[in-house]
């Protein structure tokens, strides 16, 4: 056990009003679990813009007392940590009781700019919920987590973010012996469409307003107070569900494992286990090891989403007002503006991504058929996008570059679909040159693995400045060769 005097920690928390939100909230909803020590820690990989953003001294964050806080390794009394409860639909099957198996919820801060924001460790030993597991992580999901997670945020996307990858110098037992390792995981909350599901299916009425209160708070806070009920929440909460799917869509995003405990109530892209960009486009493209059947596959994920805003739409029935038949049928028809919000946006966002003036009626008339073209001809998603934009703009460093990394992509020369559009950019780049590709995110793991962070440093700072050609070779931008094609990804516990 690391011991520290801790007076600038304390100073820290004071600045940043670090405290514990479920102190305040129903029993139900947590459970009081501390850390577990770990032998050797060592930071692994901070982000100092970050930090600056939150108001968190990156003097302290380099510090001994940080490093023993945020691995788990301090004394007992300096914690007032959580495990959050919630439950969910697990490939479609009810598991009642979830909750943070292997995270653990330090306190909310105060940003600068007077956003508030929980922060959470990802990895740092048994909590209430781990049902038998060991409450950690290894070194390879706390890596992806960290990269991808940001590189999304670079690109536009609702999500968590990361603060802090450690390593622990301990080993964890998975398929075989492997490195763990420790994320700091930040969020404005980690309220999950299971919290409500795990308060609802208890009868709890209070629980469930108190996190409808929380949820407005964090998420919906310009929302008048009088306006801050359930059809609301539910409302809002699809609106920004369809956008993010959306985003996912015109990114070639799979997200892996859309369980009702992995969808974040503020419309976040939570949980990063085992997704992955799209490199050859498919429509069916799965890359969970454990999705058999398919059901989170690339096309399905508007669908899911859909179902799991109906799973969330059941536990706050008991908040809406009326009879019954009155309270479904309001919960059903915010529902049904879910597929024409998400339509919008992906016609919108792919409307951007050609640079077309005027946005298509409908996606079947020359959106799909272009990704058609793409999974025919077994090109690159990301890629060729980037290609379109770059031929466009006459910017021929680009243009070489991508061509380079993908000769395959010429071949929208001669697609007709793409010669009936009349592409007009102006402005910044909108097509990300830049993604963090699973074999480039493996190959970073294995380094990190032996030892050597350098490849995890270079592939963080080239994702999190998606658009930028700077000194990017075209080995950084290159879909994976059939030899490291990586189909499968695991999410870690």
């Excluded at 914690?79 to 292997?102: E, H, I, K, M, W």
């Amino acid at each position: 056990m690391l011991t520290y005097g801790f007076t600038r920690y304390e100073t820290i928390a004071m600045q940043n009003d670090l405290v514990q939100p479920y102190d305040d909230l129903p029993e139900l909803l947590s459970k009081a679990a501390k850390p577990s020590s770990v032998s050797d820690p060592a930071r692994l990989m901070t982000n100092a813009i970050f930090a600056e953003q939150l108001g968190v001294s990156t003097d302290w964050l380099h510090s001994p007392e940080a490093l023993a806080w945020l691995s788990g390794s301090a004394e007992p009394e300096h914690y007032n940590s959580v495990a959050t409860a919630y439950a969910g639909f697990q490939f479609g099957q009810y598991n009642p009781q979830l909750g943070d198996g292997r995270a653990l919820l330090l306190g909310e801060l105060s940003s600068p700019t007077h956003e508030r924001f929980e922060i959470q460790l990802k990895g740092a030993g048994r909590t209430p919920f781990s049902r038998g597991g060991d409450g950690r992580s290894a070194l390879g999901p706390v890596i992806r987590e960290y990269i991808v997670s940001e590189a999304m945020h670079a690109l536009g996307v609702l999500t968590t973010r990361a603060l802090m990858a450690l390593s622990t110098g301990d080993s964890v037992i998975r398929e075989r012996s492997l490195p763990g390792g420790i994320l700091v995981r930040v969020a404005p909350s980690h309220i999950r469409f299971g919290s409500f599901q795990y308060a609802a299916a208890r009868g709890d009425v209070e629980a469930l307003t108190a996190l409808l209160t929380r949820s407005f708070e964090l998420h919906y806070h310009t929302v008048p107070p009088a306006a801050r009920n359930a059809p609301t929440l539910l409302r809002l909460v699809t609106e920004r569900t369809a956008e993010l799917i959306a985003r996912w869509d015109t990114l070639g995003f799979i997200h892996g494992v859309m369980n009702t405990d992995n969808m974040s109530i503020g419309g976040l892209t939570i949980d990063y286990g085992p997704c992955a960009f799209q490199d050859q486009f498919s429509w069916e493209q799965v890359f969970s090891s454990i999705d058999t059947a398919g059901r989170y596959r690339y096309s399905q994920q508007p669908a899911i989403a859909l179902w799991n805003l109906a799973r969330l739409a059941e536990a706050l029935l008991p908040l809406f007002k009326g009879t019954d038949s009155e309270v479904v049928a309001e919960a059903e028809s915010i529902l049904s503006d879910f597929m024409p919000t998400f339509e919008r946006y992906r016609l919108t966002l792919y409307a951007q991504k050609l640079g077309l003036a005027v946005t298509p009626a409908r996606f079947d008339d020359r959106i799909k058929p272009l990704l058609d073209y793409l999974e025919q001809k077994q090109l690159d998603f990301t890629l060729s996008f980037a290609y379109l934009e770059s031929v466009a703009r006459h910017d021929q460093s680009a243009t070489t570059l991508i061509t380079q990394a993908s000769p395959e992509v010429s071949a929208l020369d001669e697609c007709s679909i793409v010669r009936s559009f009349t592409p007009i950019f102006s402005g910044p780049r909108v097509n990300p040159l830049m993604i963090p590709r699973n074999h480039l995110v493996e190959a970073a793991i294995t380094a990190a693995e032996t030892g050597d962070s350098s490849q995890c440093h270079t592939l963080f700072t080239n994702s999190t400045h998606p658009y930028d050609l700077g000194a990017l070779s075209y080995q950084d931008l290159r879909p994976a060769k059939p030899g490291d094609w990586i189909g499968r990804t695991f999410c870690g516990t």
